[in-house]
């Protein structure tokens, strides 16, 4: 085809929790003057279920609202009822919480690294064909997985859906031999990691430079996960509290999904590339020099590099689930008490696709009276259209089969909790 | 290694009809399933990597995208693909492939019988609470259609399990 002559790149694929998402992008000659992506998201349907319930059920009712990122709900849940009930969970159970967390970063990005986006880089179409040919690649990869894996399942209880969470802490805390057994292979893990980010580090990437506006949480001490302040490549410098009155959620005609966008500002990204960029400084100094040799730098704004910093992330959460298990002191009580009052909470943490916030009104009985749920992948949308906007002179530029497989690509650059299923693109041309 | 026949549900809690699957491992669960079963979930197929690795048959039981919604299939795994069946994925790893994947990474170490048992279910258009009750209405059935997938595997293998 002739590469003036408008086309329309449609992507559509089905996913697990959050429904049917689709991509539409009309190119015009080097332009994109439509892109669209389309998403269905449960968070509303979840928001409407906790009114009325107990706020103790909350951490387990929006855990079920991803198999992926049960613990980054959770952990937001717990930090907005302990703010609104005035608790404060701090020292060894701070710790396990981070613990229970480093597991779910390891498991989540070890998918999508190795399973969903690496073969991209490598010209496959999927995980089997590639494992064809990097079938040691795979292994390594998914008992990297199981690593993250192993770790929530001791803490949470169980490997899906972990039960042992509760509103100001856990109900029972894993014994010092128990996380140590888990050391041999988490310091494998560690090292696997490492030389994963070094082969890959060596993937052809895509040429996209992108001026993001990067979101993430930042704590004085510690790379982001729970607690500290939501800040802003742009100067934004705020209290978890004050999100929305920064924050707002758009209903936009094409999308079930509620698009997320700075007060005055627009889009923004939040997620790997943006804690990365946020809080190079509170890697670990190990981490740092990994990410270095592996040719990342502040800022990172080419989002296929995202493959890179996921496993530099790996690294990090390997790192500390090393030191926090090394320095555990098991708690005196397995959880604070949290008697219930009426009030507002806010409670904020970096789920593996980025921040995740949650705000609850209850009443004096700690009943939920009200709920709100922003998840990253409504916070990103704008960004992914903008990046396929962007791209559009090298998609415009490319075959029809070429031209789809760099618009997946570019999606998965953002592992949407939509990940998409093979072949799930189809070339339209439309000629005018 | 375990030698129990391991009979593994997938969906997704608080999604409609796609936990379906795990519907059909407590409703065994309820009927007192036979010592030697394994009943696990698994919340995404990359899950199943590890746990297809046993010497005993495993069923896998999944929601299905067909109609009309509430049949019981009895399918093995590359019949999801050549039939246009499609298992609700979250991932982008669908059944079929990870079960391809397993047999490809550890080929002596998965196991030889692999069962599907879908429950047909409609797209969903919105999530909602619990199963519709044409979908509900399968669960039993599933259930059923589970323990003749792992009894007729080798039926001397599993004393425990009583004819049904």
Redesign the interface.
């Known amino acids: 085809m002739k590469k003036n002559e408008p086309r329309t790149l449609e992507v559509d ?5 959050e ?2 998402a689709s991509l539409t992008v009309r190119l015009e000659g080097d332009r994109a003057t439509d892109v669209r992506l389309a998403i269905f998201e ?1 968070p509303r ?2 928001e409407a ?1 906790l009114r009325g319930r107990s706020y103790l059920e909350a951490p387990d ?1 929006t855990s ?5 990122c ?1 613990v980054a709900y959770l952990t937001s849940a717990c930090l907005a009822m302990e703010d609104a009930l005035g608790v404060t969970v701090e020292g060894p159970l701070r710790a396990l919480r981070r613990l229970l967390y480093c597991g779910e970063w390891i498991e989540s990005h070890g ?2 690294v190795f ?2 986006h690496a073969p991209d880089f490598l010209g496959y179409p ?3 064909s590639m ?2 040919q990097h ?1 040691e690649w ?2 390594r990869g ?1 008992r990297i ?2 690593a993250g ?1 192993s770790l929530v399942a001791l803490m949470g209880g169980r ?3 972990p039960i042992n969470v509760r509103v100001g802490g856990f109900y029972r805390a894993p014994t010092r031999a128990e996380l140590e057994s888990l050391l041999p292979e988490l310091r494998w893990g560690h090292d696997a990691t490492g030389e994963s980010l070094e082969w890959m580090a060596r993937f052809p990437f895509p040429e996209l430079e992108r001026d993001y506006e990067f979101v993430s949480l930042r704590h004085p001490d510690e790379y982001p996960i729970a607690g500290g302040r939501v800040v802003s490549s742009e100067g934004l410098d705020i209290d978890v509290r004050d999100w929305d009155a920064h924050f707002v959620e758009e209903q936009v005609p094409y999308t079930n999904a509620l698009h997320a966008r700075r007060v005055g500002r627009g889009a923004y990204l939040c997620g790997p590339l943006a804690r990365f960029n946020l809080n190079f400084d509170r890697l670990h100094p190990s981490v740092r020099e990994a990410a270095r040799r592996a040719g990342l730098s502040v800022p990172c704004r080419n989002p296929f590099r995202a493959l890179l910093v996921r496993l530099v992330e790996m690294l990090q959460a390997f790192t500390e689930a090393i030191r926090l298990i090394e320095a555990y002191e098991a708690p005196t009580v397995p959880h604070v008490d949290t008697p219930s009052r009426a009030a507002t909470g806010y409670g904020a943490s970096e789920a593996p696709r980025g921040l995740l916030y949650h705000r609850y009104t209850l009443d004096a009985d700690g009943t939920i009276q009200d709920a709100r749920i922003v998840p990253p992948t409504s916070q990103n949308q704008r960004s992914i259209e903008d990046d396929l906007r962007v791209l559009a002179p090298q998609l415009a530029s490319r075959a029809h089969a070429e031209a789809t497989r760099l618009a997946e690509q570019a999606i998965r650059n953002h592992d949407p ?1 939509i ?4 072949h799930f693109l189809t070339l339209k041309v439309e000629r005018t | 290694m375990s030698t129990r026949g391991r009979v593994i549900g997938l969906g997704q809690a608080a999604a409609g009809d796609d936990q379906v699957g795990l519907a059909v491992i407590e409703h065994l669960r309820s009927l007192g399933a036979p010592e030697c079963l394994e009943l696990l979930l698994a919340p995404e197929p990359s899950a199943l990597l590890s746990l297809l690795e046993t010497p005993a048959p495993v069923v896998l039981v999944d929601a299905v995208l067909a109609t009309p919604a509430g049949e019981v299939l009895v399918l093995e795994p590359d019949e999801l693909e050549q039939r246009g069946l499609s298992t609700m994925s979250t991932h982008g790893v669908g059944v079929s492939q990870a079960v391809a994947l397993a047999r490809l990474l550890s080929p002596s170490g998965v196991s030889p019988s692999i069962r599907i048992v879908g429950v047909s279910i409609s797209r969903p258009e919105r999530f909602q609470r619990g199963l519709s009750p044409e979908v509900a209405a399968a669960v039993p059935r599933a259930a059923e259609q589970v323990l003749r997938a792992v009894s007729s595997h080798d039926p001397g293998a599993f004393p425990c399990m009583s004819p049904r």
Do not use: W
Request: hydrophobic letters at 45%.
């Open positions: 694929y089905l996913t697990r929790v429904g049917e449960p349907f979840f279920l009712i079920r609202i991803c198999g992926i049960p998918l999508h399973l969903l999927d995980a089997l494992a064809k079938g795979v292994q998914l997985k199981k894996n490997a899906i859906h909790c990940s998409c299923a093979t």
